[in-house]
Nanobody, 128 residues
Framework: QGQLVESGGGLVQAGGSLRLSCAFSGRTFSDYAMGWFRQAPGKEREFVACITWSGQTTYYTDSVKGRFTISRDSAKNTMYLQMNSLQPEDTAVYYC?????????????????????WGQGTQVTVSS
């Protein structure tokens, strides 16, 4: 299993930006498709964005399109989530996830059940 460690969360005012990082170790980074999820208090974990093993294909939930950008750096074995124009409704614990995919197809996963590797989460709080 791959190990995932998130960082970069914090407190920001509405309209501000944060960049989350997810450091991957223990396995070959390019063998994994990856994603970001978030969970607000009292709510279920929800999909935010995902990226294929190559980084060429990305997919976002509608509420973050145009504001968030997912990317990955194979040299650093790290995935990122650049979050701009943050709003109070973006407040949540953000989790990164990875799922092994050696098909070399542009496969991405948008459901939590598809992922077998998870980080511990990082808190993002957006004040109004």
């Amino acid at each position: 299993q791959g190990q995932l460690v998130e960082s970069g969360g914090g407190l920001v005012q509405a309209g501000g930006s944060l960049r989350l990082s997810c450091a991957f170790s223990g396995r070959t980074f390019s063998d994994y498709a990856m994603g970001w999820f978030r969970q607000a208090p009292g709510k279920e974990r929800e999909f935010v964005a995902c990226i294929t093993w190559s980084g060429q294909t990305t997919y976002y939930t509608d509420s973050v399109k145009g504001r968030f950008t997912i990317s990955r750096d194979s040299a650093k074995n790290t995935m990122y989530l650049q979050m701009n124009s943050l709003q109070p409704e973006d407040t949540a614990v953000y989790y990164c996830a990875a799922e092994r995919d050696t098909s070399r197809r542009e496969t991405y996963f948008t459901t939590a059940r598809a992922y077998n590797n998870w980080g511990q989460g990082t808190q993002v709080t957006v004040s109004s």
